[in-house]
C-alpha cells in the first residue's frame, strides 16, 4: 500500500483510508470490527476516518468498543476525526435546528469527547467537518492550540473548505493545517473547476477524499447512466470492476489524493483498494470527465 507524507517524519497516511461513516449499519459486534480493522492491515491501511456526528453521534463509541477489546491496534493505526455539526438527535435533545459550532470551547469539548468514545488518548488529526458562515478563525485557532499543547491531538485539518477559508485559518496557525477533505468522484466535479483542488495542490497539502463512487447512486441511478457505461466499458477493456475504474478515476487526479473507502465489506475494501494499480489514459480520464458532465470539453 502506498502511503502519503502529509507532515515530514511526522504524520504519514495510507494512500486508501477507511472509513466509519456507516458502522452503525453494518450490524457489528466489537470483535467483528477488530478483525475488520486486522484486514485492513493486511491490506495496509492503517488510516481511519471517524467523525463525532456519525452514527448519530453513536458510531465513535462501537469503535472505542473494538479498541479497548483490543488496545493493541491503536498503535498501528491513525485516528481521524471531525467535529462541528450538531442536528437534533437522541445524543443532542438541546439542539433543534442543523447548525455548526466552531466556536473554541465546543470544538475542545467535542474533541475530549472523542476521545473518550474512541478510547483513545490523543487523535492523529482533528478537522473542523464544516466550514461555518459564523466561524472565527482565532477561536478556532485557539482550540487547536489548546489541543496541541495539551497533547490531545497530534495535527489538524478541515473539511469541505474553500481555499479561501482554508487559508483564513492557516493564517492564524504556526503550524500547519495537513488536509482538505473534499467531496471528489466523477459523478461530483466541481472540485476540478473551482480552485479547491490547486490550491491545495501549490501549498502541497494533500486531500482526502469522501464519496468517491458518489454514494452508491453511480451504480443504479438513471441519471449517471452514460458515465455507468463508459465506465463499465473501461472496465471490460482493463480487465477491472466499475468500482475500482471510477476509484482509479479519482486517484489519477494530481495532488496524492487519498480516497475514503465507506463500504464495511470487506472483499469490497480488497477491490477498491486494488485500483491503486490501475493506470487511467487520458482519454479514458476525459472520456469519463465527458460522461459525468453530459457534454464534450470545450
Given at each position: 500500500?502506498?502511503?502519503?507524507?502529509?507532515?515530514?517524519?511526522?504524520?504519514?497516511?495510507?494512500?486508501?483510508?477507511?472509513?466509519?461513516?456507516?458502522?452503525?449499519?453494518?450490524?457489528?459486534?466489537?470483535?467483528d470490527?477488530?478483525?475488520?480493522?486486522?484486514?485492513?492491515?493486511?491490506?495496509?491501511?492503517?488510516?481511519?476516518?471517524?467523525?463525532?456526528?456519525?452514527?448519530?453521534?453513536?458510531?465513535?463509541?462501537?469503535?472505542?468498543?473494538?479498541l479497548?477489546?483490543?488496545?493493541?491496534?491503536?498503535?498501528?493505526?491513525?485516528?481521524?476525526?471531525?467535529?462541528?455539526?450538531?442536528f437534533?438527535?437522541?445524543?443532542?435533545?438541546?439542539?433543534?435546528?442543523?447548525?455548526?459550532?466552531?466556536?473554541?470551547?465546543?470544538?475542545?469539548?467535542?474533541?475530549?469527547?472523542?476521545?473518550?468514545?474512541?478510547?483513545?488518548?490523543?487523535?492523529?488529526?482533528?478537522?473542523?467537518?464544516?466550514?461555518?458562515?459564523?466561524?472565527?478563525?482565532?477561536?478556532?485557532?485557539?482550540?487547536?492550540?489548546?489541543?496541541?499543547?495539551?497533547?490531545?491531538?497530534?495535527?489538524?485539518?478541515?473539511?469541505n473548505?474553500?481555499?479561501?477559508?482554508?487559508?483564513?485559518?492557516?493564517?492564524?496557525?504556526?503550524?500547519?493545517?495537513?488536509?482538505?477533505?473534499?467531496?471528489?468522484?466523477?459523478?461530483?466535479?466541481?472540485?476540478?473547476?473551482?480552485?479547491?483542488?490547486?490550491?491545495?495542490?501549490?501549498?502541497?497539502?494533500?486531500?482526502?477524499?469522501?464519496?468517491?463512487?458518489?454514494?452508491?447512486?453511480?451504480?443504479?441511478?438513471?441519471?449517471?447512466?452514460?458515465?455507468?457505461d463508459?465506465?463499465?466499458?473501461?472496465?471490460?477493456?482493463?480487465?477491472?470492476?466499475?468500482?475500482?475504474?471510477?476509484?482509479?478515476?479519482?486517484?489519477?487526479?494530481?495532488?496524492?489524493i487519498?480516497p475514503?473507502?465507506?463500504?464495511?465489506?470487506?472483499?469490497?475494501?480488497?477491490?477498491?483498494?486494488?485500483?491503486?494499480?490501475?493506470?487511467?489514459?487520458?482519454?479514458?480520464?476525459f472520456?469519463?470527465?465527458?460522461?459525468?458532465?453530459?457534454?464534450?470539453?470545450?
Amino acid at each position: 500500500m502506498q502511503r502519503v507524507e502529509l507532515v515530514n517524519n511526522e504524520l504519514s497516511f495510507s494512500r486508501m483510508v477507511q472509513g466509519y461513516w456507516r458502522l452503525t449499519d453494518w450490524n457489528m459486534h466489537a470483535q467483528d470490527i477488530v478483525r475488520f480493522v486486522e484486514q485492513g492491515l493486511e491490506l495496509g491501511i492503517t488510516t481511519t476516518d471517524h467523525a463525532d456526528v456519525y452514527g448519530a453521534f453513536t458510531q465513535e463509541a462501537l469503535f472505542g468498543q473494538a479498541l479497548k477489546l483490543a488496545p493493541g491496534l491503536r498503535d498501528k493505526i491513525e485516528v481521524v476525526s471531525k467535529c462541528g455539526i450538531l442536528f437534533p438527535c437522541d445524543k443532542q435533545p438541546d439542539v433543534r435546528v442543523v447548525h455548526y459550532n466552531n466556536d473554541t470551547d465546543y470544538i475542545v469539548a467535542a474533541a475530549e469527547r472523542s476521545l473518550k468514545e474512541l478510547a483513545v488518548e490523543y487523535l492523529d488529526v482533528l478537522l473542523i467537518h464544516r466550514p461555518d458562515p459564523l466561524m472565527d478563525a482565532d477561536a478556532v485557532a485557539e482550540a487547536f492550540i489548546r489541543l496541541r499543547a495539551a497533547g490531545k491531538v497530534k495535527h489538524f485539518g478541515v473539511s469541505n473548505f474553500s481555499a479561501s477559508k482554508f487559508a483564513l485559518l492557516q493564517s492564524r496557525l504556526d503550524f500547519p493545517l495537513v488536509t482538505n477533505q473534499l467531496e471528489i468522484s466523477a459523478v461530483h466535479t466541481d472540485y476540478l473547476f473551482d480552485g479547491n483542488l490547486d490550491f491545495l495542490q501549490q501549498h502541497s497539502v494533500k486531500p482526502m477524499a469522501w464519496s468517491c463512487l458518489g454514494g452508491g447512486g453511480v451504480f443504479h441511478d438513471f441519471q449517471y447512466k452514460a458515465l455507468r457505461d463508459c465506465a463499465g466499458a473501461i472496465a471490460e477493456e482493463s480487465g477491472a470492476s466499475l468500482d475500482q475504474i471510477l476509484m482509479a478515476f479519482v486517484l489519477s487526479i494530481p495532488g496524492q489524493i487519498m480516497p475514503i473507502i465507506g463500504s464495511g465489506n470487506i472483499d469490497r475494501v480488497r477491490t477498491q483498494a486494488a485500483s491503486l494499480s490501475i493506470s487511467l489514459t487520458r482519454q479514458q480520464w476525459f472520456s469519463l470527465l465527458e460522461a459525468a458532465r453530459g457534454y464534450k470539453v470545450p
